[in-house]
């Protein structure tokens, strides 16, 4: 019987990390979804549930991704350097759609739950930011949290 910690893949991975990595991704999915589920409420009057905002949340970037791509792939040869920012509107625009059709919505509605997303999300991380340099303030020699960079 094979343990969870031998490496099954190629590249070093191990089952047991393979299974942290996708548990993680799910909790930041969950985390992520939460400001747009708090803006498609407010905009949908409360009609709209967390189901459609974690779908919401992870068909809006797949959808961008294929739109600005595709954009680039087939326009760059006729219109050069144009399609990349032909490209940007056109994902945003498409970004935007998924809102609309995932809250049942307007154009205007899936812009509105879009900037209250950003600013519900801006709102949660300084809360969360200040909650955890209460509760952590210093990490060692008096380095806090904050000025730790990746």
């Known amino acids: ?3 969870l910690s031998a490496s099954i893949f190629p590249n070093g991975i191990t089952l047991l990390s393979l299974i942290a990595i996708i548990i993680v991704l799910v909790i930041l999915w969950i985390i992520v ?3 747009v589920y708090l803006a498609g409420k407010i905009v949908t009057g409360g009609k709209s549930t967390f189901g459609e905002a974690m779908a919401a949340t992870v068909l809006g970037p797949i959808v961008y991704f294929i739109v600005f791509y595709g954009v680039g792939f087939f326009l760059e040869g006729i219109l050069g350097g144009a399609a990349r920012t032909l490209g940007y509107i056109l994902a945003f625009l498409a970004w935007i759609w998924v809102y609309k059709r995932t809250f049942r919505t307007g ?3 899936g812009l ?3 900037i209250l997303a950003v600013i519900v999300f801006v709102i949660f991380s300084i ?3 200040a909650i955890l340099g209460i509760i952590a303030p210093s990490v060692s ?3 806090s949290l904050m000025s730790l960079s990746i």
Do not use: F, N
């Open 112 to 114: 509105a739950i879009a």
């Open 127 to 129: 809360v969360v930011g």
């Open 141 to 143: 020699s008096g380095t």
């Open 107 to 109: 154009w205007l509605g």
């Open 1 to 3: 019987m094979m343990s």
């Open 33 to 35: 979804s939460i400001p």
